[in-house]
């Protein structure tokens, strides 16, 4: 994206193992100036930067359930960048609410770049994730899951 003159700001926010090796390889291209690490952030804070973010990029590796930092960023009704996990694959539709890439660095870049140079697509699926996202609140969640537990135990009583 630098090679293409976009001006991008990348935002890690949170904490984890990788997060030194992170900086380093962001340090060691260069790119230091274009990236914030916040390490570790209370709830309240991650949905500030969320609320001040224009795209999600979550390319993860590993064969998760769905992540709840999707959850949030649907919530949040912003455009989204993944790679096909299954679980995500229920939820978001490639090129409707979410561009899926593959999980290398030059596939991710790829997917944010056709974001950022195409704004309608970016409105549109932020639109569609913001009307997705009550259905994506911690409330109601909570009360899916409390129905769920709710019938399992009467079938046990």
Sequence with gaps: MRRARLRVRLTCVGDGPLRAEAEAAAERLGLLPFITFTGYVDEATVEEYLAKSDIFVFPTRHPE?????????IAAGLPIVTTRIRAMADYLEDGKNA????????????AVEKLV???????????????????????QIAGEYLEIYEKINKRQN
């Design 117 to 139: 140079r195409n704004r309608d697509l970016r409105q549109s699926m932020a639109q569609t994730n913001a009307a997705m996202g009550p259905a994506f609140s911690p409330g």
């Design 99 to 110: 561009i899926f890439c593959e999980p290398n660095p030059q596939s991710v870049s790829d």
């Design 65 to 73: 359930g769905f992540p709840i930092a999707l959850f949030k960023a």
